[in-house]
């Protein structure tokens, strides 16, 4: 049970620490909805959304009320579309995407997930359909996201899907004006009950329906580590780590409420410190570096992702996702700043991705960054997560006619970002190969 004392710290880190739920969402099982004929199974997606997920804002609006915890976005995610759609007449999967939106549209969800495909260790002909829709649907919905998983640790990684995402990304760069590329995630060792958009989908292993919640809470560290002026780093991260279980239990209660209400099982809270207006950049500031990207920048951000998840699972039994920090540059103040100053790169972007959620996330570059650079970007920081049996993630945006210098402004929850330069040397070489990186040694441990 949460007690009073608990309750009034909650009332404190709400209405002085930015902390908020960033997201309820609603995982929906497909699978059902498969049927030979497109449009029949389409219709099938539909309904099945519209039905389970109708109250779904509702009941987040008046948990939001009743308790006073700002509930930032209402989700949906779904299971991959490629496995739906592959039984199905349909060369192209953009009409079940268009069903996803308006569905989502119709409930009144911020987002959607699960345009999506796992590849990591080759394609089915669905996959592939779904990969050559991507670019038309980022183009043609609206709310819809989409993700690919290239690699695991027990695969490997597929370096055809590498290859082809390159191209996919500079397609919807060309389509959306950048703009589509922050809805899609490609992802090694993706987890199957991630609630955060653009990589939320609904894996083969979870139940007909559940509900995930995602809490952020920068602010409230950044706050708890005031107290924390010139103690040893191990208090530091006893700090976090005790602040980590009390924002956990927040989201322990939303999602128990929301549940209930629902008549859907608790599925997890994940707990992931994302920029809201507190910024994870300046949290690393707080632990003593002059700036994101400064020598112990990745030192910091291992402490900072240790400790928060072990406040996490301290705090519930159903932690889950992916419960770390993000370090999306569009997003963050601190990271913006950093970047623009020249003081916080790609490659030490990329070195802080081998100890924090996630990994390269929503990175403008120049508009001429070639399909196999960015191929090479997918590449590399996929393999840091194959390595490390960690997920890791690339939400990389081409910007179009923008240059090193430039910015893009995206608007809303994903923020503007600089454009920042890339290594030139060019991995098409490599990147033309194709075929699969094997699996590492490691990951053999049956």
Known sequence: MINQHEILQTIEMIDQQHLDVRTITMGISLRDCCHSDANTSCTKIYDKICR?????????????????????????????????????????????????????????????????????????????????????????????????NVGTTRAGINMDAVRDMGLIIRRTAELTNGFGCGKLVIFCNAVEDNPFMAGAFHGVGEPECEINVGVSGPGVVYEALKSCKGQPLDVVAETIKRTAFRITRVGQLVAQEASSRLGVPFGIVDLSLAPTPASVADILQQIGLTSVGAPGTTAALAMLNDAVKKGGVMASSNVGGLSGAFIPVSEDAGMIAAAKAGKLSIEKLEAMTCVCSVGLDMIAVPGDTSAETLSGIIADEAAIGMVNNKTTAVRIIPAIGKTVGDAIDFGGLFGSAPIMPVNTCSPAEMIARGGRIPAPLHSLKN
């Open 52 to 148: 389970l997920a109708g109250n779904l804002v509702k009941t987040g609006e008046q948990i939001s009320s009743e308790f006073g915890i700002p509930i930032v976005n209402k989700r949906i995610s779904v299971t991959p579309i490629s496995m739906i759609a592959e039984s199905s007449d349909a060369e192209s999967y953009v009409p079940f995407a268009k069903a996803m939106d308006k569905a989502a549209k119709e409930v009144g969800v911020d987002y959607i997930g699960g345009f999506s495909a796992l590849v990591h260790k080759g394609y089915t002909v669905g996959d592939r359909k779904l990969i050559n829709s991507i670019p038309e649907v980022l183009a043609s919905t609206d709310v819809v996201c989409s993700s690919v």
